[in-house]
């Protein structure tokens, strides 16, 4: 990354104690503004000696790298999102999505230093208040960050703003998804909206805007490895066992 001139904070940072113990941390800065977390952990996490928890680990796809150039890169391992509470962020994520939530730890600030502000490009007396991660069906988890800082932005992003984010989940089933969705109070936008042209045709998505201001989809994707796209299970229909995967690019 530095070869590439990419803008590095402090690190490589190893966490060794609490339920993170076991991974190494950098951050970087693309030149697009997005912040970029390099993370491993090749002998685990402490919260991993409970195996009823386990969080997807792309180290557990193999041990070369096969779909990018870069040496020993395997997957994404998480999505940082910043919301105004944790508690019910992660309640919602659990009781409308059937997610689970194995891995919470914090807080982390620096009362007088500068090493919230060198690790991760935050004013110095930020507090990272707490951080949960929580994975709904296949692929990466999301990581939930509550923060407290004096120059603390608390306006929500639009799609259209820099920095603007949604998260995507595969459902086999949009039309059960969606009415799922509703039933829980979820807002919905407008959809479900079929894309009938272009190199992404064939799927149908909607947009649903969670309680603590981020956008979230739902994509029905044609059918494809003898799966299909309406699928045969049931689609969602228990708040925590829904049929939803995270969607991986």
Known sequence: MESKGVQKFLGPLPVTEGPAAGQTINYFRAPFGT????????????YEADPSRPLWSPKRNGIDSVSTTVPGLL????????VPAIAPAVAWFE?????SSP???????????????????????????RIQHVRCGNGPSIELFQYSSPDQVRSFRKNSDFGGKHVAFYVRHIDKAVAYMQSKGVEKLAGPLAV??????GQTINY????????????????????????????????????VTARRR
């Open 35 to 46: 912040y970029i977390e390099l993370i491993s952990y090749p002998n685990g996490m402490a």
């Open 75 to 82: 997957g994404i391992d998480h999505v940082g999102i910043t």
């Open 208 to 243: 649903f805007r969670a309680p603590f201001g981020n956008v979230h989809r739902a994509h029905q994707l044609p059918a494809r490895n003898g799966v299909r796209g309406d699928g045969s299970d049931a689609a969602l229909g228990s708040a925590r066992q829904p049929s």
């Open 103 to 129: 891995l919470a730890f914090g807080p982390f600030s620096d009362p007088t230093g500068t090493f919230i502000h060198d690790l991760l490009d935050v004013h110095p007396r930020a507090v990272v208040e």
């Open 196 to 201: 009938n042209d272009g190199p992404a045709a």
């Open 95 to 99: 009781n409308v999505l059937g997610c």
